[in-house]
């Protein structure tokens, strides 16, 4: 096991670095910022400075291990639009993202495998029939049009159903209300709702097929032939032969899926202005403001190519046929 | 017609095609959504005989812009805030939105098959430098890569040989094939990798065949399916994304060029009071998308019995 996780991580460094590498190339050729600088009001002369200061004018492979270097150290450097620190922006988008993608996973994770579930037990029932074509539509919603509809809904169709004078869900202005002082906990759920149905409208579409397929597979099997044969009632033979060995790549695959959640939402937290990675992304790509989006493509690729591995490890560890040494 | 599971007692061929067909029919709903693909499809390419109107003509009534007008009998979906008819906007973007997936998804399967075939079928070093990179663009989120790379037009002018001029449609597709082609190229060398140990496989190559020969005349033919259905699910994966850069405004010009994305985000301003903006080419994304997953997925279950049909 200690060397197959070994491998794994001499698999994951050289796509963590080329990967970082090519993100960086790429944002470099194609970001102009003494354009956006015009447009931000941003005198150019600052940003020349910001450049040699921060060694933008040499070579970009010297620059890119200089940013590695640093990166590691825990400096993040400075932004070229807010001429700050970096790390605070960055880590509230990094927080506001993990906690949008935990708790829409736990939603759409138990959602999704119970219909799956449900729906291989009953194969071909209506309650099959209904979640599959439900499926089929969660996938084909393109999540900005479902999210405008919501807006819409939660907003003016809702005001002039009931008469409210207030929308029933807040639907800007991001993750809390301006005028909350400290935490208060109802107020971030209420601005959490929105995105997370958005986004767990196609995930509970995705999880419930995986998981009726697993199923399928698994209820067909010869171990579950002997499981019945031994005379198990019939819901232990689902819940303890069929339904935890289903579970297994569904495990491995929810662990992909969150890794690559950390890269934000990007068309979600876009439309309800969820400040989250991947409305982070955006305005600062608009903006040109490399220097804060490298430390952003650092973090995104190492949440990404950690999770791949902590999901062949899940694997590797629940599923005793597969033996790796 | 013949009649189905009546052969009893003879012993009538049936070809491969014809049992994929046979598995395929059995869905009623892939059947439904082939018709409906090709009414819109019908729809989008005779656009200039079912509409009154171009899709960038500027309507004037009584030599005021018509701009906003309710669905009605002359302007079935309405207008826009640009005195457009919406009717004829959705069709005629409905030309570029469906070339954009299905030409996308035809390019991103050939990478992905050639890069698939050739790292299943060389195995060795080459097997690895193909996976590595296919994992490098698999660690990139798809949609900040289609991004960057939507940039790459408008400020390097090498790049406009491939991607042709920013926000084109050409740039479009080349952007989504570039992010799009990892998933086939990782199903191609799996099936690949499986072939090569076949009975036929060996016996092709001691007949004294060249690896291209056996490439191109075994390998490839036998993936057949798992590229045709690839290739189609591409297609609404594609349109999805192409409506999601265009929200996103990193798709193609909505100022000369319609597409069901671009008329979806400029709709978001005018939802309220005229969701007729919205449900226009919402509903066409929606159902053409549809559609086209429901016919996958009957691909799936007709060209690739192995999988358990879902």
């Known amino acids: 096991m200690l060397r197959f996780v070994a491998r794994r991580l001499a698999w994951g460094i050289p796509v963590l670095l080329a990967g970082s590498l090519l993100t960086f190339v790429a944002l470099r050729m194609t970001t102009q910022p003494v354009t956006a600088a015009r447009r931000l009001r941003i005198d150019p002369a600052a940003i020349a400075r910001y450049r040699r200061e921060l060694g933008l004018d040499r070579p970009l492979l010297e620059q890119y291990a200089g940013y590695v270097a640093r990166f590691f150290r825990g400096d993040l450097g400075t932004s070229f639009t807010t001429q700050g620190p970096v790390w605070p922006e960055l880590r509230t988008a990094l927080v506001n993202s993990i906690v949008l993608a935990l708790v829409a996973a736990v939603v759409y994770m138990a959602i999704g495998i119970a219909l799956g579930v449900v729906s291989a037990v009953r194969q071909y029932s209506w309650f099959d029939h209904a979640t599959t074509g439900l499926s089929f539509v969660g996938l084909s919603l393109p999540p900005f049009v479902f999210g405008l509809l919501c807006i819409v809904a939660v907003g003016t169709w809702y005001q002039n159903l009931t008469g409210a004078s207030q929308p029933l869900l807040p639907f800007v202005g991001g993750v809390y209300s301006p005028q909350t002082q400290g935490f208060d906990l109802a107020d971030r759920a209420r601005h959490l709702a929105l995105p997370v149905i958005v986004l767990s409208v196609q995930q509970i579409a995705v999880y419930s097929r995986y998981m009726r397929t697993g199923m399928l597979e698994t209820l067909g099997s010869d171990y579950l032939r002997t499981a019945r044969a031994k005379g198990l009632p019939e819901r232990r033979v689902i819940f303890r032969h069929a339904f935890r060995n289903a579970l297994i790549p569904v495990v491995t695959f929810a662990a992909i899926d969150i890794g690559a959640l950390a890269g934000g939402l990007v068309v979600t937290e876009q439309i309800f202005g969820y400040q989250g990675m991947g409305k982070y992304f955006v305005d600062n790509y608009h903006n040109a403001d490399y220097p804060a989006l490298l430390p952003w493509v650092m973090i995104v690729i190492l949440f990404v190519v950690a999770f791949n591995i902590l999901a062949d490890i899940a694997y590797a560890w629940l599923d005793p046929r597969i033996r790796v040494g | ?310």
């Open chain 2, 1 to 310: 017609m013949t009649i189905e599971g009546e052969v009893s007692g003879s012993t009538e061929a049936i070809s491969p095609g014809r049992l994929a067909w046979r598995r395929f029919r059995r869905h009623r709903l892939a059947v439904v959504g082939v018709v409906v693909l090709a009414l819109i499809t019908a729809a989008c390419v005779l656009a200039p005989f079912l509409t009154r109107y171009g899709p960038n003509e500027l309507i004037r009534i009584d030599g005021a812009k018509a701009t906003l007008r309710s669905p009605g009998a002359r302007f079935w979906l309405g207008t826009n805030e640009r005195a457009n008819d919406v009717w004829a906007t959705v069709l005629y973007g409905g030309r570029i939105s469906l070339a954009v997936g299905v030409v996308t998804a035809l390019v991103s399967s050939l990478i992905g098959t050639v890069i698939g075939v050739i790292a299943g079928w060389f195995g060795g070093w080459i097997d690895g430098v193909l996976m590595r990179i296919t994992d490098l663009f698999l660690a990139v989120p798809f949609l900040v890569a289609a991004i960057i790379l939507s940039q790459a037009p408008a400020t390097q002018s090498w790049a406009r040989v491939v991607f042709g001029p920013p926000n084109s449609s050409r740039s479009v597709v080349a952007v989504i094939a570039l992010v799009f082609w990892m998933p086939v190229a990782r199903v191609i060398r799996g099936v690949v990798l499986s072939l090569k140990e076949k009975e036929f496989v060996e016996a092709a190559r001691a007949a004294g065949a060249s690896d291209t020969r056996i490439i191109v005349r075994h390998l490839i033919p036998n993936c057949s399916g798992q590229i045709v259905i690839n290739t189609t699910l591409s297609v609404s994966a594609a349109i999805l994304t192409e409506s999601a850069l265009s929200y996103l405004g990193y798709g193609v010009n909505g100022v000369t060029t319609p597409t069901w994305g671009n008329l979806l985000n400029r709709a978001q301003g005018y939802i309220e009071p005229h969701p007729n903006l919205l449900l226009g080419p919402g509903l066409a994304v929606i159902v053409t998308v549809l559609c086209i997953n429901f016919v996958g997925d009957a691909l799936r279950d007709a060209l690739d019995p192995a999988q358990v049909a879902s």
